[in-house]
């Protein structure tokens, strides 16, 4: 009888406590009373807010967004400094050598994975560190400024699937958005960081695509591989508009970017 009445005792105390929660926050829980926004010792956390606007970006449910919320730029940060964008990048690319693993390939150098470059392969995050993680308007000629650098550095994790799917006998394309004036740096960057072996690197003509999506844009150049008779067994992209539209194939992978959004 003690038990009982000490749990009884311990229910009452907790669901007390939930219930001032819910006055706090201005909700109300009426199937379990769960501790939203809370940390320990019922401390207000306001990254929440934060942590569910990131997960509606990756999901694709917030859209055509032009810079990071204000009041998030250290939670950005945080995440993309700290270890969790790697252990996030880790479970991607892990799923991704997992699939790669189960095909069983022709041999005939036709079974292309399309990477993408930009925070994908290569890393800008030296750059978006001094610019607000995102929350400043997208500023054409300063990242053009740092990318002819060819200093960025790889994704770990993108650069060690990269090498796994070599062993496997894959054949890698590069596919960016990146303009022709800027192909050789970027061929340069890409083999000084480890990306040495390749199909080939496909840059993006401003004359062809003027004013077209980054979507239509890479939909178009995928038609362009298959049309020559390569198999796209694989696609890896951080954006949304890497791996949507036509000519996809079997899977697509995406990598976390809570910085822009591309079209």
């Known amino acids: 009888m003690k038990l009982v009445a000490l749990v009884f005792s311990l229910c009452t105390i907790i669901i007390s406590c939930h219930g001032s929660l819910e006055l ?10 769960l501790r939203l926004k809370s940390g320990l010792g019922g401390h207000y956390i306001p990254e929440t807010s934060c942590s569910s606007w990131r997960l509606g970006v990756e ?41 790669a693993q189960s095909l069983n390939l022709v ?12 925070e994908t392969s290569l890393s800008n995050l030296p750059y978006y560190a001094q610019h607000g993680f995102g929350v400043e308007k997208y ?25 796994r799917l070599l062993r496997l006998g894959f054949n890698i394309v590069f596919l960016t958005g990146r303009p022709d004036s800027q192909k050789d740096i970027t061929l340069k960057n890409l083999k000084n960081v480890g990306f040495t072996t390749f199909h080939t690197l496909i840059v993006k003509e401003s004359a062809e695509y003027n004013g077209k999506t980054a979507l239509t ?7 362009k ?37 591309i079209s």
């Open 225 to 261: 591989l298959e049309e020559k008779g390569y198999r796209i067994v694989g696609n890896i992209g951080d954006q949304w508009s890497d791996i949507l539209g036509t000519n996809t194939r079997n899977r697509t992978f995406k990598l976390p970017d809570p910085m822009y959004y």
């Open 59 to 99: 999901a694709h449910n917030i859209i055509e967004w032009t810079s990071i919320p204000q009041e998030c730029v250290d939670y950005v940060g945080n995440y993309l400094l700290g270890k969790q964008y790697r252990e996030d990048s880790k479970a991607v690319t892990e799923e991704a050598y997992k699939y």
């Open 107 to 118: 041999g005939d150098g036709k079974d292309i994975w399309v990477f993408d470059i930009d």
């Open 139 to 163: 500023n054409a000629t300063a990242f053009n400024e740092w990318v002819d650098l060819g200093t960025a550095p790889p994704l770990p994790e993108s650069l060690k699937l990269y090498r």
């Open 24 to 33: 706090e926050h201005g909700l109300s829980f009426s199937i379990f009373p």
């Open 217 to 223: 844009y890479k939909s178009s150049e995928r038609k």
